[in-house]
């Protein structure tokens, strides 16, 4: 960690490290993220050993399709991918390609490109929106969706921070009760939900300015010059405080096609 780094030096270090992918790994000894006890990856790989021809959508840079195919038993006979960020696009098919993965660029609002039934296994980590109908149409009868979905107020604290106050139902948009009402919509039968709400420490400016330029979402056109006061005052209180605490909220869903 480079506590003794000026504010200056930080911010241009954070300022600087590729985005591309889910890889997290430079935040290693700057920031720390309790993680689920349900292990997403780890279960995506038994659930791949067992499935024949399996989808995940909107895999990033295909980091974790790639350890859960790698951790697979058996990997299916058939296995593609979606990603609607050139970048990740690109990354993710140099990544999954050795294993005979198809990656697919498509919007995040697009229908999936894919055939009614090809799937009896679909996966997703993090969908920003999850398409319940396209999900349903693509799964196979007796077909499973499993996925890990941000929650409700993920790390509300370091958005209102730098944006303050958020309204309830921008707060709430992410809420487990209202994504299983959609499922079950699309004719999914929920067979299992479980919510968790983990800690995040930022140990470092450089860890805020790489996770708001990564996650680009959490505070929208984000840049150093926009919010310098915010960034040194924060700076300074991690200084005399310690870590910027924050929640994330997960929820893992295990759904099921009814067979007919």
Request: hydrophobic fraction near 40%; charge should be neutral; charged fraction near 25%.
């Amino acid at each position: 960690m480079t506590g003794r780094a000026s504010f200056e030096e930080l911010v241009a270090e954070g300022a600087a490290v590729p985005t591309e992918g889910w890889d997290f790994s430079w935040f290693e000894g700057r920031a720390t993220e309790q993680r689920p006890s349900w292990g997403y990856a780890v279960s995506a790989a038994e659930r791949l050993s067992r499935a024949r021809a399996a989808l995940d959508i909107q895999t990033g840079g295909g980091e974790v399709l790639d350890f859960a195919l790698g951790r697979a038993t058996r990997p299916p006979a058939r296995t593609a991918a979606t990603e609607g960020w050139p970048p990740n696009v690109a990354k993710a098919t140099a990544l999954l390609a050795p294993r005979g993965t198809v990656v697919v660029a498509t919007g995040e609002d697009d229908p999936l490109p894919f055939a009614d039934g090809a799937f009896d296994l679909v996966l997703s980590r993090h969908p920003v929106t999850p398409h319940w109908r396209e999900i349903a149409r693509v799964l196979r009868p007796g077909g499973t969706y499993f996925a890990q979905h941000v929650g409700p107020a993920s790390v509300v604290e370091i958005v209102e921070y730098f944006l303050g106050p958020q309204p309830e139902e921008v707060k709430q948009g992410r809420d487990p009760r209202r994504e299983r009402a959609g499922a079950e919509a699309a004719g999914l039968d929920v067979v299992a939900l479980r919510a968790e709400r983990l800690r995040i420490e930022f140990h470092d400016i450089a860890a805020v300015v790489h996770f708001l330029r990564k996650v680009i979402w959490m505070v929208p056109g984000f840049t150093v010059e926009a919010y310098e006061p915010r960034l040194r005052a924060l700076h300074e209180r991690i200084g005399r405080a310690g870590p910027f605490v924050a929640h994330s909220t997960r929820h893992l869903f295990d759904a099921r096609k009814p067979e007919r």
